[in-house]
């Protein structure tokens, strides 16, 4: 079975752009979580999709969205881009009906922002 | 909100057992989570404890007390590949649903 993919893996930005990240989950999961890594703040939360439905979210500013299509695929975007934003942007997934919740991390976008 | 708190960096011996602890103050608890990162790769999934007690699973053992906010990671006959981040993580009930937070890690590293 493939793993959870992202696309890209390295993305270099300039302020004020925008960015849009992808993420395609394990066959069968239909849950897809965001998550931001910095040395700093280590793994951050920012939102969770089941269903193409945003089941939670993390306490990130507005800039940060994210959607789901019905084929569980998810992507998410940053608008308006900062230095801060920088980070290692890591999408997981599982599979809902899983006793023990574990999630499958895919290798993660790394973002950076001059 | 929460907080969990675990040591920034640990060093132990090859073949030796090392215990990495974990603690945490959380409302709506509802799951503790231990995850490995090894530098440049995605968190790998360790361990879940829901219950109070000893969880074993080969080398690793994952312990919890939800009384005292605790849990601990016992690494067993450490080798060389278990140099990394290890990663606790708290699973808590919020109204619309269960979100997981993070502590930032402890970075281990094994020596011969």
């Known amino acids: 079975k493939a793993g959870v993919t992202q696309t890209p893996r390295y993305l270099i930005k300039t302020r004020g752009q925008q960015v849009t990240l992808s993420c395609s989950p394990i066959?069968?999961?239909?849950?897809v979580s965001w998550y931001q890594q910095t040395p700093g703040q280590g793994l951050q939360f920012l939102f969770e999709?089941?269903?193409?439905?945003?089941?939670n979210k993390g306490n990130f500013p507005g800039r940060f969205s994210g959607r789901q299509f019905s084929n569980s695929r998810s992507e998410m975007n940053v608008s308006t881009l900062e230095l801060g934003d920088s980070a290692l942007y890591l999408c997981?997934?599982?599979?809902?009906?899983?006793?023990?919740?574990?999630?499958?991390f895919g290798p993660g976008t790394r973002l950076t922002v001059t | 909100g929460q907080n969990i708190d675990q040591p920034t960096e640990m060093t132990a011996t090859e073949g030796a057992i090392v215990q990495i602890n974990c603690t945490y103050q959380?409302?709506?608890?509802?799951?503790l989570f231990w995850y490995q990162q090894h530098a440049g790769e995605a968190p790998t999934f360790l361990s879940y404890?829901?219950?109070?007690g000893l969880e074993e699973k080969g080398r690793f053992s994952s312990f919890l007390s939800r009384s005292k906010g605790y849990s601990y990671l016992l690494l067993k006959e450490l080798q060389m590949k278990d140099s990394a981040s290890y990663l606790c993580?708290?699973?808590?009930?919020?109204?619309?649903?269960?979100?997981?937070?993070f502590g930032t890690g402890t970075q281990l590293k094994v020596e011969l």
């Open positions: 999709y089941f269903s193409e439905t945003q089941r």
């Open positions: 959380t409302s709506g608890f509802n799951g």
């Open positions: 404890n829901v219950l109070d």
């Open positions: 997981a997934s599982r599979y809902r009906g899983q006793l023990n919740y574990e999630q499958y």
């Open positions: 066959s069968g999961h239909r849950s």
């Open positions: 993580a708290v699973r808590v009930f919020t109204g619309g649903g269960n979100k997981l937070t």
